[in-house]
């Protein structure tokens, strides 16, 4: 657990990945059961007892550059609590492989990893010898070995859908989004990502070649969860949703025809839907489109550049926001602060820009070296130097963000966007008002109070 405890009255989301891979594992005609601390919050002598009473052979544990040293010392103590069966490592943390098979891991999965678990698992039972293995990591004779990669999956279509039945969609949402409602799920309609950007993984994992499930495909999804859960919220979590303006305006058009009482959130790109934003942005709208989220992340066009984007982005984000505005969608925008190239005028820029922007939300972050990133190979771990530390640059998010959300028009937009799209928001979300105050930036430290925004 790494995350503040109040974070969960606001979000409460399962792992998604976890899903996938409980599904691929199903599909193989083997038992498969999801431990999400997130969703119940057990200890290490508690996991150790549910695996002996659900008599499970084999441990995979999701890992995040986060989660590094709680996944090394989860190993460790199973192990001492009696646990003998193989251990299996995944996810984006997985860069870091030999780390995990020095402190026990017996195999390490890098990349998509429907396939892999699947062979990991007819590989523990005796049914796959070692030699055809893909995309894994394991140790022989005091050697890492690193099996050739795994083929990605494609097309997407032939995934199965995530396996929700362990712990259903009632349970779940996430209050950052104002439109909210209940049954919520994350759903994916892409893997890869065509960027190049220094400070995130992605790509690394996924591909550069964007993989699009298709329309149909996504819209049986969505039906399954319609009519098995009642789902009314969708949380698109792709790189970049609908990379393709058709693909979008295809998928729009299903969702109007379906007829279903549904909203949904994106992630979208500056350069989305250039040349008919007005039209596209209005039919997914219709379609329950609610809110945007775009990546700005700098608005200094050299720091832009050092991170492998296009200046242009800055000129496009604004169109890509009004627009979205005037079809009534919530609006996000983002910054890190942090990054190569970094200094007091750059980082002002981002709040300038914002302020004159004025998105529903912007909201400012500071660098987080992802193990694998471009970043972290040029700079290690502590990222490069800007001549700010870790707690200066924390300072000068929380501070930027109260001067964005203390203003008059954005603090009455917000108001009156959420009275009119979702008042119940604000019943749901009173008793968890501290975080709130503290995630936007307005509780101040006595460090804080003695840095101005300027």
């Given at each position: 657990?790494?995350?503040?405890?109040?974070?969960?009255?606001?979000?409460?989301v399962?792992?998604?990945?976890?899903?996938?891979l409980?599904a691929?594992v199903?599909?193989a005609?083997?038992?498969?059961?999801?431990?999400?601390?997130?969703?119940?919050?057990f200890d290490?002598?508690?996991?150790?007892?549910?695996?002996?009473?659900?008599?499970i052979?084999?441990?995979?544990?999701?890992?995040s550059?986060?989660?590094?040293?709680?996944?090394i010392a989860?190993?460790?103590?199973?192990?001492?609590?009696?646990?003998?069966?193989?251990?299996?490592?995944?996810?984006p943390?997985?860069?870091?492989?030999?780390?995990y098979l020095?402190?026990?891991?017996?195999m390490v999965?890098?990349?998509?990893?429907?396939?892999?678990i699947v062979?990991?698992?007819?590989?523990?039972?005796?049914e796959r010898?070692?030699a055809?293995?893909r995309?894994?990591?394991?140790?022989?004779?005091?050697?890492?070995?690193m099996?050739?990669?795994?083929d990605?999956i494609?097309?997407?279509?032939e995934?199965p859908f995530?396996?929700?039945?362990?712990?259903?969609?009632d349970?779940?949402y996430?209050y950052h989004y104002?439109?909210?409602?209940?049954p919520?799920?994350?759903?994916?309609t892409?893997?890869g990502?065509?960027?190049?950007?220094?400070?995130?993984?992605?790509?690394?994992?996924l591909?550069?070649?964007v993989?699009?499930?298709?329309?149909?495909?996504?819209?049986?999804?969505?039906?399954?969860c319609?009519?098995?859960?009642g789902?009314?919220?969708?949380?698109?979590?792709?790189d970049?949703?609908?990379?393709?303006t058709?693909?979008?305006?295809q998928?729009?058009?299903?969702?109007?025809?379906?007829?279903?009482?549904?909203?949904?959130?994106?992630?979208?790109s500056p350069f989305?839907?250039?040349?008919?934003?007005e039209?596209?942005?209005r039919?997914m709208?219709?379609?329950?489109?609610?809110?945007?989220?775009?990546?700005?992340q700098?608005a200094d066009?050299?720091?832009?550049?050092?991170?492998?984007?296009?200046?242009?982005q800055?000129e496009?984000?604004?169109?890509?926001?009004?627009?979205?505005?005037?079809?009534?969608?919530?609006?996000?925008?983002?910054?890190?602060?942090?990054?190569?190239?970094d200094s007091?005028a750059?980082m002002?820029?981002a709040?300038d820009?914002?302020?004159r922007l004025?998105?529903?939300?912007?909201?400012?972050?500071?660098?987080?070296v992802?193990?694998?990133?471009?970043?972290?190979?040029?700079y290690g771990?502590?990222?490069?130097?800007?001549g700010?530390?870790l707690?200066?640059?924390?300072?000068?998010?929380s501070?930027?963000?109260?001067?964005?959300?203390?203003?008059?028009g954005v603090?009455?937009g917000?108001?009156?966007?959420?009275l009119?799209?979702?008042?119940?928001?604000?019943?749901?979300?009173?008793?968890?008002?501290p975080y709130?105050i503290?995630?936007?930036?307005?509780?101040?430290?006595?460090?804080?109070?003695?840095?101005?925004p300027?």
């Open positions: 657990m790494v995350a503040e405890k109040r974070e969960y009255g606001m979000k409460r399962p792992a998604l990945g976890l899903q996938y409980a691929a199903k599909g005609g083997r038992h498969c059961h999801i431990y999400d601390q997130s969703l119940d919050n290490l002598p508690r996991l150790a007892r549910l695996l002996r009473e659900d008599e052979d084999v441990v995979g544990f999701y890992t550059t986060f989660l590094k040293q709680s996944v989860g190993m460790g103590e199973l192990r001492e609590r009696g646990f003998s069966g193989p251990l299996i490592v995944g996810g943390g997985a860069f870091s492989y030999e780390e020095a402190a026990g891991a017996d999965c890098h990349g998509e990893g429907e396939r892999s062979e990991m698992l007819e590989y523990f039972g005796g010898d070692e055809v293995l995309g894994v990591s394991y140790l022989r004779d005091g050697r890492v070995i099996a050739p990669p795994q990605l494609d097309p997407l279509d995934v995530p396996d929700r039945t362990q712990h259903s969609p349970g779940f996430d104002f439109g909210m409602r209940q919520y799920a994350p759903m994916m892409s893997r990502c065509a960027n190049r950007c220094t400070f995130c993984t992605s790509a690394a994992i591909g550069r070649r993989r699009q499930r298709s329309v149909e495909n996504v819209m049986a999804e969505i039906e399954q319609v009519r098995d859960f789902l009314r919220y969708i949380g698109f979590k792709d970049i949703f609908g990379t393709k058709e693909w979008a305006e998928f729009a058009e299903a969702m109007i025809a379906r007829g279903h009482d549904l909203r949904y959130g994106v992630l979208l989305s839907y250039l040349g008919r934003r039209p596209t942005l039919l709208k219709r379609s329950g489109l609610d809110q945007v989220v775009v990546g700005i700098s066009p050299e720091v832009i550049r050092n991170i492998k984007r296009r200046p242009e800055l496009a984000a604004v169109e890509l926001v009004s627009t979205a505005k005037r079809q009534g969608i919530t609006t996000i925008i983002e910054f890190i602060f942090g990054l190569p190239g007091d750059t002002r820029k709040l820009y914002s302020l004025r998105p529903h939300h912007a909201l400012f972050f500071v660098l987080t992802l193990e694998g990133s471009e970043i972290f190979e040029q771990a502590e990222g490069p130097d800007t700010f530390t707690e200066q640059l924390r300072r000068r998010c501070g930027y963000q109260r001067h964005f959300y203390t203003r008059p603090f009455f917000n108001l009156w966007q959420i009119r799209t979702n008042p119940r928001w604000f019943l749901r979300v009173l008793r968890y008002l709130l503290k995630a936007i930036g307005m509780k101040r430290s006595a460090s804080a109070k003695a840095m101005p300027e």
